[in-house]
């Protein structure tokens, strides 16, 4: 009667061990293919770029220093790149280039 009870016992934790994975493997794909339909989505795309803190270069030459435009994959952009361009520009003491969310780059 108690060995019954235990060898029940041990079959549920084992039924129980493998729903848990399940789960967690089904959120794990659910999770991973809502972030793929969003790097495909126009979501993902630059929508606008702001430039703040400039005195001497128009925010355009800034944006074509950059290579930055409306339209770009936020997640494809190299902003360490970007900005290193954009710092060897003689007239230009700082650079800092981030992503704010849903869709907008802001250059300072």
Do not use: C
């Not at 770029?49 to 001497?56: A, F, H, I, P």
């Amino acid at each position: 009667m108690l060995q019954d009870n235990v060898l029940a016992y041990r079959g549920r934790a084992k039924k129980n061990k493998v729903s848990r994975v399940f789960v967690v493997l089904l959120i794990s794909f659910i999770a991973l293919a809502l972030f793929a339909y969003y790097l495909a989505s126009p979501l993902a795309l630059v929508d606008k770029v702001e430039v703040t803190g400039n005195s001497y270069l128009q925010p355009a030459d800034i944006q074509q220093l950059v290579g930055l435009e409306p339209g770009m994959n936020m997640w494809r952009l190299h902003l360490g790149a970007s900005r290193d361009k954009l710092s060897a520009n003689p007239w230009v003491l700082e650079a800092r280039i981030q992503r704010r969310f849903p869709n907008k780059i802001q250059i300072s």
